[in-house]
């Protein structure tokens, strides 16, 4: 083997890792923009006892898109927690099978919360359901929460094909039999 990103695997990664920025930027801006109604919303009854009328409303459809955003990032950078208590006593092939077990538990999760959010937000739309105050619809931050667990999914996919191939001796870092 060469070595080259597209033989190992890592110019894969290293989209995922770039795509993945991107929507925590995206995410990152929601919350920017939520902070700066709240604040604003908080000065404007201080000051002037005129509060913002909906912001209730605005953070009740942009929560899920800014918090969701977030989702993809977490399972590209692995950031989910690891407890290793076993990596003393068992050797690396079984360190690598019980990384693809894992890595198939969170594909299950992942693909079964995308699809629980996608089906309540056809729910949703079915329903008509809006906010209150702005009748802002609910369904599209609901559909698009959805949308960043399925692309968590997805980028598990990759991450379990790599754990796949270390455990099988084809990728960087293999298991060595042991």
């Known amino acids: 083997m060469s070595g080259s990103p597209s033989e190992t695997g890592a110019a894969p990664v290293g989209v995922l890792h770039q795509t993945a920025r991107l929507l925590l930027l995206l995410g990152l801006i929601g919350l920017i923009g939520l902070a700066g109604l709240t604040l604003v919303d908080v000065l404007g009854r201080w000051l002037f006892n005129a509060p913002l009328r909906g912001i209730g409303d605005i953070a009740e459809v942009a929560l899920p898109v800014a918090i969701g955003a977030s989702v993809p990032a977490v399972i ?5 927690i690891t407890i290793r208590f076993l990596d ?3 050797g690396a092939r079984a360190i690598a099978a019980l990384d693809v077990a894992a890595g198939v538990v969170v594909l299950i999760v992942l693909a079964g919360m995308a699809y629980a959010l996608g089906r309540h937000a056809l729910a949703l739309m079915w329903s008509g359901e809006s906010t209150w105050l702005l009748r802002l619809p609910q369904w599209p931050s609901w559909t698009a929460f959805a949308g960043f667990f399925l692309v968590a999914a997805l980028f598990q ?7 796949l191939r270390r455990l099988t001796g084809r990728g960087e870092g293999a298991a060595d039999g042991a």
Do not use: Q
């Open 76 to 80: 590209v950078t692995r950031g989910n």
């Open 157 to 163: 996919v990759v991450i379990l094909g790599d754990a």
């Open 88 to 90: 003393r006593l068992l």
